[in-house]
C-alpha cells in the first residue's frame, strides 16, 4: 500500500480530519435544508391554484425564489452570499461558514422535490379529508405527509448525495473537508493517490446514504 498511496499513508490524520469535516458539514446542511425545503415545499403545494390554502401571492412569491435560487450556479452563490456569510458566522472561511451557501444552494432543490413528491398524494384522498371536516394542518399531517412520506424518503436521498458533491466545491475554495484536500493537496501538487483516495471516500459515503435511505424507504412502506 505504501507504494501505491505513499501521500496518502504519510497524511492519514488529515483525511480523517477532512472526512470528519466533510460529514460535519452534510449533516447539519442537510437538517437545516429539510427544515427549509419541507416548510417551502408545503407551502407551494398548499398555496398553488385549488390548494388547499389558495394564495396566489404566497404560491408566486415562493415558487420564484426557489426557481431564482435554483438557477445560480453554486460555485457563483458561494461567492454572492458570502457577505451573509460573513454577517452570520463572521467569517466566510471554514467548515462551518459553508454551511450557509450550502444551505441555500440545496433546500430550494429539495424544495421543489418535496412540493412533486406530495403532488403525486391522490388528490382523492385529500378531498375526502376535507369533505370530512379536518383542518388545513391535519391534511397536511395526517394525509400530504403521511402518504407522501417514501417518496419524501426517496427525495431526501436524493438531496443528501447531492449535498456532499457541493461540500466538495465548497472544499475547494476553502471550506475544508475532502474536497479541499483533493483539490489544494491533491490536485496542486499533482499527488494523484490523494485525489483519488479522496473520491474514493466520497463514493464510499454516496453509497452508504444510498443504502441507509433504501433501507428506511422499505421499512416505511412495510409499515
Known amino acids: 500500500m505504501a507504494a501505491l498511496i505513499p501521500n496518502v499513508i504519510s497524511m492519514q490524520s488529515e483525511f480523517i480530519q477532512a472526512t470528519l469535516e466533510t460529514l460535519y458539514m452534510t449533516f447539519f446542511s442537510a437538517i437545516i435544508s429539510a427544515i427549509l425545503g419541507l416548510l417551502f415545499g408545503i407551502l407551494l403545494v398548499v398555496t398553488q391554484p385549488k390548494g388547499i390554502l389558495e394564495d396566489a401571492l404566497t404560491y408566486s412569491v415562493l415558487d420564484k425564489v426557489v ?21 452570520l458566522i463572521g467569517t466566510t472561511v471554514g467548515t462551518t461558514a459553508s454551511l450557509v451557501p450550502l444551505v441555500f444552494g440545496i433546500f430550494p432543490f429539495y424544495a421543489r422535490q418535496v412540493q ?8 382523492g384522498v385529500v378531498e375526502a379529508a376535507q369533505s370530512m371536516g379536518s383542518s388545513p394542518s391535519e391534511i397536511i399531517f395526517r394525509v400530504y405527509l403521511r402518504e407522501g412520506l417514501p417518496d419524501i424518503i426517496r427525495v431526501s436521498i436524493v438531496t443528501v448525495i447531492s449535498l456532499i458533491g457541493l461540500t466538495t466545491m465548497a472544499g475547494a475554495i476553502g471550506s475544508g473537508g475532502l474536497g479541499d484536500i483533493a483539490i489544494s493537496i491533491g490536485y496542486a501538487r499533482f499527488e494523484n493517490d490523494v485525489t483519488f483516495v479522496a473520491m474514493i471516500i466520497i463514493l464510499i459515503l454516496v453509497f452508504a446514504v444510498q443504502l441507509i435511505g433504501d433501507w428506511i424507504v422499505k421499512k416505511v412502506e412495510h409499515y
Do not use: E, G, K, Y
Open 67 to 87: 426557481n431564482l435560487l435554483r438557477s445560480i450556479p453554486f460555485i457563483i452563490l458561494l461567492a454572492v452570499i458570502s457577505p451573509l456569510t460573513q454577517f
Open 116 to 123: 412533486n413528491a406530495l403532488l403525486d398524494v391522490d388528490h
